[in-house]
Nanobody
Framework: QLQLVESGGGLVQPGGSLRLSCAAS????????IGWFRQAPGKEREGVSC????????YYADSVKGRFTISRDNAKNTVYLQMNSLKPEDTAVYYCAAGAWRITTVQTKYWGQGTQVTVSS
């Protein structure tokens, strides 16, 4: 069974940090670019960050630039999103997706089920 599984979400206070993980099972992530997306209640899904299959190139949305860092460990078949200085507006369900690199996004082939991130005092 081919799937992506996100983990690491939760409740955090403004200014806090979380690290999301995206692990693949049933296939290897080595050949795929990975994107992180998020969807807040009542809003459209938006791209947050993405990384090439080798990890040599990354992209960040302006809203998270300087606060979030995407990375990957192909040996562990896992991609990470380190989120620092979190703001209430970062509250959303976060999804990872695997697919083809498109510079500012990923043309997705596989999606994870999502993990909730809530930033609130």
């Amino acid at each position: 069974q081919l799937q992506l599984v996100e983990s690491g979400g939760g409740l955090v206070q403004p200014g806090g940090s979380l690290r999301l993980s995206c692990a693949a099972s049933g296939f290897t992530l080595d050949y795929y670019a990975i994107g992180w997306f998020r969807q807040a209640p009542g809003k459209e899904r938006e791209g947050v960050s993405c990384i090439t299959s080798s990890g040599s190139n990354t992209y960040y949305a302006d809203s998270v630039k300087g606060r979030f860092t995407i990375s990957r460990d192909n040996a562990k078949n896992t991609v990470y999103l380190q989120m620092n200085s979190l703001k209430p507006e970062d509250t959303a369900v976060y999804y990872c997706a695997a697919g083809a690199w498109r510079i500012t996004t990923v043309q997705t082939k596989y999606w994870g089920q999502g993990t909730q991130v809530t930033v609130s005092s």
